[in-house]
């Protein structure tokens, strides 16, 4: 008696701490739905870098209803955000998604989807497209945090985090930005010199876009930014694994496959793990077509996707465009439909092979609706424009080919200088 009773200090939520809720149902909506769904971001989001995703049972124990406000959930979990979503019956199957910063309840970011099917290989896309929201959202959000707060002794993973950032977000990366992000990484490899980790996350989240054939405008800063940072890395971690894809992909987006097929034998050759097995076989066939080895590309692809379904949009794409350039149409539409029903995001390069395969095929009405779509999502779309994009090193007769199904596709003939006939690929 006569002591006062002072509260305990708070706990400050950890860097990216997320409590992620279960998806909930609205009315009749399928529950089997929102359980996928909730599995599919669940395990999208803990592959974050530095996320630290909480189990929302916590929020039961400490009292919580399912529907307590993030302020009460994130003070409860001692997290920054909140991650919730519902599913709305239908046809098609309405899903929101959103994340809420806890501190001020500010909804930083939200979006609506629709579902055609409820079961889990029909959701998986939608599962990934949220997950990437999500994740330049807390990128963005945790950046904007850690900027207000002085940069003198801040934490290595504080520091990692602002600079992927840089490379996550939606604008071009300028040569000041990549400035600001090797600054930022020199600072938190400073604490830790020989710890190539850091540096890995930074040129994979460099290349992300230019590996998944995004329209980007800043493709050579990219690669350069990446290449400075694999001299590096290839100093402090040489014959690691992850030094070795690295340097096969930047290779490989540049074009040089005389030097980076070589890298994917050996890692291919040592892989014993299924998922790395598909991502080497899917750079070895890029490799192998790229040099005009159709029917070695070909094998190859089809082989890597018969003991798993890792990585089905990668291979079906590499594989369609192995198929379209070897003349095997119909199976090249076989290929790059599975490949886009199952894509998280629309790819420019994705598309126009479909369309132009469809097209070769025959099936016009279905090209013609491949041009109407990519139109709608960008109107001042031209073809030349994505020929110069995603295309950078592609051999110059399998380009004609490309450029020829195009036009049969309904795009106007300017989509290459020469439309005449090309010399024969090597089987």
Request: neutral net charge; charged residues 20%.
């Amino acid at each position: 008696p006569g002591l006062r009773q002072h509260p305990p200090p708070a706990v400050e939520p950890a860097l990216m701490s997320v409590a992620a809720r279960p998806f909930t149902k609205a009315g009749d909506g399928p529950a089997d739905a929102a359980t996928a769904l909730t599995a599919l971001v669940g395990n999208g989001l803990v592959g974050i870098p530095f996320a630290a995703i909480v189990d929302t049972k916590g929020a039961d124990l400490a009292g919580l209803a399912p529907d307590a406000p993030a302020a009460r959930v994130g003070q409860a979990l001692h997290t920054r955000y909140v991650f919730d979503g519902t599913i709305l019956p239908g046809a098609p199957l309405r899903v929101t998604a959103r994340l809420t910063e806890t501190a001020t309840g500010i909804v930083l970011w939200s979006n609506s989807y629709d579902a055609d099917r409820a079961d889990p290989q029909a959701l998986a896309p939608l599962g990934e497209r949220i997950t990437t929201a999500v994740r330049r959202a807390l990128l963005r959000a945790e950046t904007l945090r850690l900027e207000a707060l002085p940069l003198d002794n801040r934490p290595p993973p504080e520091l990692i985090v602002m600079a992927l950032a840089i490379y996550d977000a939606p604008e071009p990366v300028t040569p000041d930005s990549s400035e600001r992000a090797r600054t930022l990484l020199e600072r938190a490899v400073a604490a830790d010199p020989k710890q190539p980790n850091p540096i890995f996350l930074l040129i994979t989240e460099i290349l992300r876009p230019l590996a998944n054939h995004q329209d980007v405008t800043d493709r050579e800063l990219r690669l350069r930014s990446a290449e400075a940072w694999l001299e590096r890395v290839r100093q402090l971690a040489p014959g690691a694994p992850n030094t070795m894809t690295l340097q096969g992909l930047a290779l490989t987006l540049r074009g040089r496959c005389d030097e980076a097929e070589p890298l994917w034998m050996e890692m291919l050759r040592q892989s014993r793990d299924g998922v790395q097995t598909n991502l080497y076989a899917l750079q070895l066939g890029t490799c192998l077509r790229l040099e005009g080895r159709l029917d070695e590309s070909i094998a190859l692809l089809q082989w890597a996707m018969k003991p798993n379904g890792n990585n089905v949009v990668g291979l079906n794409m590499e594989l369609g465009a192995a198929l379209y350039a070897a003349g095997r149409y119909p199976e090249a539409v076989a290929a790059l439909r599975c490949a886009k029903q199952r894509a998280p995001l629309v790819v420019p390069r994705l598309r126009l092979y479909l369309a132009a395969a469809e097209a070769q095929a025959g099936l016009t009405g279905a090209a013609g609706k491949e041009r109407q779509e990519m139109l709608a999502i960008d109107p001042g779309l031209t073809v030349r424009r994505l020929l110069d994009a995603p295309f950078p090193n592609e051999p110059r007769d399998q380009m004609l080919r490309l450029s020829r199904g195009l036009v049969l596709a309904g795009w106007s003939d300017d989509v290459a200088p020469d439309l005449s006939a090309a010399p024969p690929a090597k089987h």
